[in-house]
């Protein structure tokens, strides 16, 4: 067994490569030709909407079940297919926050919030992270308009944003 595994993983310097197929070369290089032009990969390999909001999911339940290590490759994951999933944002957004990692936490719920504004939670902890990365004064608007119950906020979103905003006035 060792040895053929051996001899599977050695290759020879002078030994011939398989050549790929004229079909198989068709069709690397249609996929090299797509992602030339932009493609995203939930594209390329076909994944509908409804796929791609289970694998948000799944990431949630485990960054709410307390797995924040497994709900931050779930999320990485989903980036990675579509970068433009906003749910997958907030969840790196939250993590980045709750890690003291004020940049990073900036960065996703800003790209969050450009996808889907009229979210009063990302809305909320993009207003939060820009607050605890200094920028007051952009922070303010969002963290106002949640308190102030635009877009229809939780209690608790309202709140917390409320207490941010008193937190800033002292």
């Known amino acids: 067994m ?14 011939p ?8 070369r068709a069709v690397m290089r249609n996929l090299a ?4 032009e932009g493609a995203k990969m939930v594209e390329i390999f076909g994944l509908d909407q409804e796929t791609m909001t289970g694998l948000e999911m799944q990431a949630y339940r485990l960054y709410k079940n307390g797995r924040f290590t497994q709900a931050r490759v779930a999320c990485r994951g989903v980036l990675a297919l579509d970068g433009d999933r906003p749910l997958a944002r907030l ?7 709750e ?9 996703h719920l800003e790209r969050a919030y450009e996808l889907a504004p009229e979210e009063t939670a990302v809305r909320a ?19 106002e308009a949640v308190a102030g119950g635009e877009g229809s906020p939780s209690d608790d979103e309202r709140k917390r944003c ?4 008193d937190a800033m006035r002292r």
């Open 2 to 15: 060792e040895q053929a595994q051996q001899e599977t993983t050695n290759v020879e310097p002078d030994q």
């Open 125 to 143: 902890r993009f207003g939060e992270a820009l607050l605890k990365r200094g920028e007051v004064e952009r922070a303010r608007p969002h963290l």
């Open 91 to 97: 969840l790196m957004g939250d993590m980045a926050l």
């Open 99 to 107: 890690e003291y990692c004020f940049s990073d936490a900036v960065e």
């Open 17 to 24: 490569v398989e050549q790929l197929s004229e079909e198989d």
């Open 33 to 36: 030709r797509r992602i030339q």
């Open 162 to 165: 409320q207490a941010l905003l």
